[in-house]
């Protein structure tokens, strides 16, 4: 089938030619020629000079991606191989430490095809399909898969149904079907996780490198609190590096086994930390009754959320979500502040903790930043796709 020709409008020729990975709706004239999800689709000047091929795959982002600036290079297996393998290479020294066996081999546009990303857990890999077009190419990416090398199991999850929401159907693809959970390490780390459960596993591996300094550095004798705390994977951190004591608070109902689950995987005595079933912001408000103070509290919350009694956007409610945590964090005491937001920039995310800082009056000093870690490459052209922020902070003084 001959590709379609989406032209771009003028102002946009040189982003494309400058290699911008995801094709946006408004930069192209003749958008309702697009047919089919998974096609393969030509970008072109207004005059039908050759700028770029991609597909399509319409996500919240854009209407798809582009794959190669070379008019004649067939979008096939082996095209999806160098792809993969690359991506493969990229992660030797992940496949060679002994104490960490969970980690992104393929990072979507950040390995050269947007819109599908690969995980591996000691040996099985989980592959996201983030649009229906992605999910036409599953034959071929499962076919490099098996030409690359033996591994247990593969699962997938397919997060592009019509409502924006995830499709809970099986998600085995081939293999040997896992027992869940499956344990695995990271840094040492033990890590119950469920690869068919839904969308989320269990574990965000985008946060190692922050559970690691929370243990290496950060917990060490203190009195930790670990808001949206899903399955506690900061809490377990910060145990292993020595805490006190750690609070884990998330309004999940599940979130309490789960959070067991991953302390008993470590050794830890659950008994010995507080693990609660609540709204966070009810959380502060009992915190400031009973005069709790901590020395160290993670703030990571989800980019929205909605509870019964308030909607949560990190874009909108971050500087009073640290203004919150400043009222039951102790002098000296430290502030993870996280969001996976990626609709604005590590800048504007320090605007807000800084606000919060502002309208409490209090004084603050960074001590260090964190973005992706290495297995989840982003396009250089593309640094909107280094979504994570991360940002440790001391508090000073009132
Ligand atoms: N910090 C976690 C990931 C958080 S995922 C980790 O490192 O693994 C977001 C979590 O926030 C979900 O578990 C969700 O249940 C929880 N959540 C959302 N709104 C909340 C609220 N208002 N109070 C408490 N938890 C909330």
């Given at each position: 089938?001959?590709?379609?020709?989406?032209?771009?409008?003028?102002?946009?020729?040189?982003?494309?030619?400058?290699?911008?990975?995801?094709?946006?709706?408004?930069?192209?004239?003749?958008?309702?020629?697009?047919?089919?999800?998974?096609?393969?689709?030509?970008?072109?000047?207004?005059?039908?000079?050759?700028?770029?091929?991609?597909?399509?795959?319409?996500?919240?982002?854009?209407?798809?991606?582009?794959?190669?600036?070379?008019?004649?290079?067939?979008?096939?297996?082996?095209?999806?191989?160098?792809?993969?393998?690359?991506?493969?290479?990229?992660?030797?020294?992940?496949?060679?430490?002994?104490?960490?066996?969970?980690?992104?081999?393929?990072?979507?546009?950040?390995?050269?095809?947007?819109?599908?990303?690969?995980?591996?857990?000691?040996?099985?890999?989980?592959?996201?399909?983030?649009?229906?077009?992605?999910?036409?190419?599953?034959?071929?990416?499962?076919?490099?898969?098996?030409?690359?090398?033996?591994?247990?199991?593969?699962?997938?999850?397919?997060?592009?149904?019509?409502?924006?929401?995830?499709?809970?159907?099986?998600?085995?693809?081939?293999?040997?079907?896992?027992?869940?959970?499956?344990?695995?390490?990271?840094?040492?780390?033990?890590?119950?996780?469920?690869?068919?459960?839904?969308?989320?596993?269990?574990?965000?591996?985008?946060?190692?490198?922050v559970?690691?300094?929370?243990?290496?550095?950060?917990?060490?004798?203190?009195?930790?609190l670990?808001t949206f705390?899903?399955?506690?994977?900061?809490?377990?951190?910060?145990?292993?590096?020595?805490?006190?004591?750690?609070?884990?608070v998330?309004?999940?109902?599940?979130?309490?086994?789960?959070?067991?689950?991953?302390?008993?995987?470590?050794?830890?005595?659950?008994?010995?930390?507080?693990?609660?079933?609540?709204d966070v912001f009810d959380y502060f408000k009992?915190a400031n009754?009973?005069?709790?103070v901590f020395?160290l509290v993670i703030l990571d919350p989800p980019s929205f959320a909605?509870?019964?009694k308030r909607t949560f956007s990190t874009a909108k409610d971050y500087p009073s979500l640290i203004k919150d945590t400043i009222a039951i964090t102790g002098k000296g005491g430290i502030i993870v502040a996280s969001t996976n937001n990626a609709s604005f920039s590590m800048k504007k995310f320090k605007g807000f903790i800084d606000k919060g800082f502002k309208d409490s009056k209090t004084k603050y000093k960074i001590l260090e930043e964190f973005s992706?870690?290495?297995?989840?490459?982003?396009?250089?052209?593309?640094?909107q796709?280094n979504y994570l922020k991360v940002v440790i902070l001391e508090k000073l003084s009132h």
């Open positions: 089938m001959k590709p379609t020709e989406l032209k771009v409008k003028a102002s946009y020729i040189n982003q494309y030619q400058r290699h911008f990975p995801l094709i946006n709706k408004d930069t192209i004239i003749n958008p309702e020629d697009i047919q089919k999800e998974g096609s393969i689709i030509h970008l072109v000047e207004p005059n039908g000079k050759f700028i770029a091929k991609g597909y399509y795959g319409k996500q919240n982002k854009g209407l798809g991606w582009v794959l190669s600036d070379k008019q004649h290079e067939n979008i096939d297996f082996s095209f999806f191989k160098k792809k993969i393998s690359n991506a493969i290479d990229k992660r030797k020294a992940f496949f060679q430490d002994e104490n960490t066996n969970a980690f992104r081999i393929f990072n979507g546009e950040g390995d050269g095809i947007g819109g599908i990303t690969i995980d591996y857990y000691d040996g099985y890999y989980v592959i996201n399909w983030y649009s229906e077009g992605a999910y036409s190419f599953k034959e071929t990416v499962i076919d490099v898969l098996d030409e690359i090398g033996e591994y247990k199991a593969i699962y997938e999850k397919k997060r592009f149904d019509t409502k924006g929401k995830y499709i809970n159907d099986d998600d085995f693809v081939k293999g040997e079907r896992g027992e869940f959970p499956i344990i695995v390490k990271e840094n040492g780390m033990n890590y119950a996780v469920y690869l068919n459960d839904g969308a989320m596993v269990g574990i965000f591996l985008d946060q190692r490198n559970r690691k300094i929370i243990r290496d550095k950060y917990a060490k004798g203190k009195n930790v670990n705390s899903y399955t506690g994977a900061f809490s377990v951190a910060a145990a292993l590096g020595g805490a006190k004591k750690t609070t884990s998330d309004l999940a109902k599940r979130s309490k086994s789960k959070t067991i689950e991953q302390f008993s995987a470590n050794g830890i005595d659950f008994e010995e930390q507080d693990i609660i079933v609540m009992y009754r009973k005069n709790l020395d909605r509870s019964k992706l870690p290495s297995d989840f490459q982003v396009d250089r052209n593309f640094p796709g």
